[in-house]
């Protein structure tokens, strides 16, 4: 049986908690949040957890195997590196940390110590993701270029900006379906909302071989849209969160490069591009916060290597960090380091 801590208990925490509670094989132990009202509504979902204000009271719980930390960015490493040094396997929600040498900081100790630490990328354990990266790797031919888009309207937030709240996600779906680090980085976006947190943002990531993922994230669009379109020489795919029963369509569309010039009558363009069936692939349904919830158990049990290891989340930072860096920067190309 592993005992869990859930720190932080806003918006997420309450759904780990009850994943938790469903998963054989692990009990809450002690939730904690700094607002009482939050930690008065959990007692409805965790009867048996104790509750508390200080987490360094979990921290120091012989109780207590791991934790789970759901509390803003800017807190993330102190509140990781506090229960690392106090020998719990930790997985921290995403964005990892604030910077790439406060992530560094954490692997070091997690490795030191012989330690789980996991990120919480949710999309790479979302099945339409995993079906979609199956998809590129064998139905797509060469890859030629990916889009994501990931609009809404709200909600605003107030301590980072829409490329470190929503472009977390694309991005670390990126380099999950890429296996790789892009080259250089470009972002462009704007403060319409509120002073010098942009809510509009263009991503641009350029990978090897000539493959660009362009990523639009908004909390400022009049649709909720979650999709993300990859373009190869022999086919297309579609995913779309949105879209549940038609998670991913694959396209059986392509251009015949051979037959470009072959003829100067544009009627004759049907002959150059070629329009086949659309492939609606089923997908068993099932929650992305439950599967990265067992995973976790999964590692800590068997001291497996976490899909989103600490390694995968610096990955992911310093994207972020090169991106802001050409933000501030109005658009300018970032070389990868």
């Known amino acids: 049986m592993i005992n869990v801590a859930v720190v932080g208990l806003g918006y997420w925490g309450p759904n780990y908690v009850r994943i938790l509670n469903q998963l054989k094989g692990s009990t809450v132990k002690y939730c904690c949040d700094l607002d009482q009202k939050n930690l008065d509504k959990i007692k409805n979902l965790s009867l048996a957890a104790n509750t508390t204000n200080d987490y360094m009271e979990v921290a120091e719980s012989s109780d207590i195997d ?80 990916i889009r994501a888009e990931r609009l809404g309207l709200g909600p605003i937030r107030k301590h980072a900006n829409a490329l470190w709240d929503l472009g977390t996600h694309d991005i670390s779906i990126a380099t999950y379906l890429l296996d790789s680090m892009p080259e250089s980085v470009t972002a462009e976006g704007a403060s319409y909302i509120q002073e010098d947190v942009e809510d509009m943002i263009f991503l641009t990531l350029n990978f090897p071989n000539n493959i660009i993922y362009n990523i639009h994230v908004s909390w400022i669009a009049p649709e909720k849209i979650r999709k993300t379109t990859a373009v190869g020489s022999d086919a297309m795919v579609v995913f779309d969160d949105v879209n549940k029963p038609e998670m991913i369509r694959v396209y059986d569309r392509k251009i015949n490069k051979e037959l470009l010039n072959s003829t100067p009558e544009y009627s004759d363009h049907q002959s150059i591009v070629n329009i086949g069936d659309i492939h609606i692939p089923m997908i068993k349904q099932s929650e992305p916060l439950k599967n990265q919830v067992k995973h976790f158990l999964d590692c800590i049990s068997n001291n497996k290597k976490p899909i989103t290891d600490g390694y995968e989340g610096l990955k992911v930072i310093k994207i972020l960090e090169n991106a802001e860096k050409s933000l501030k920067n109005k658009g300018m190309r970032i070389v990868c380091r």
């Open 66 to 145: 791991s934790v789970i930390i759901t509390t803003p960015l800017n807190t993330h490493f102190k509140i990781a590196k506090d229960f690392l040094l106090h020998d719990k396997h930790v997985l921290v929600e995403k964005p990892f940390t604030s910077s790439s040498e406060e992530a560094m900081e954490l692997i070091k100790i997690a490795e030191k110590k012989d330690l789980i630490l996991m990120v919480a990328h949710v999309y790479v354990y979302n099945p339409g993701v995993q079906k979609l990266k199956e998809v590129i790797t064998n139905k797509l031919g060469k890859l030629y270029y």
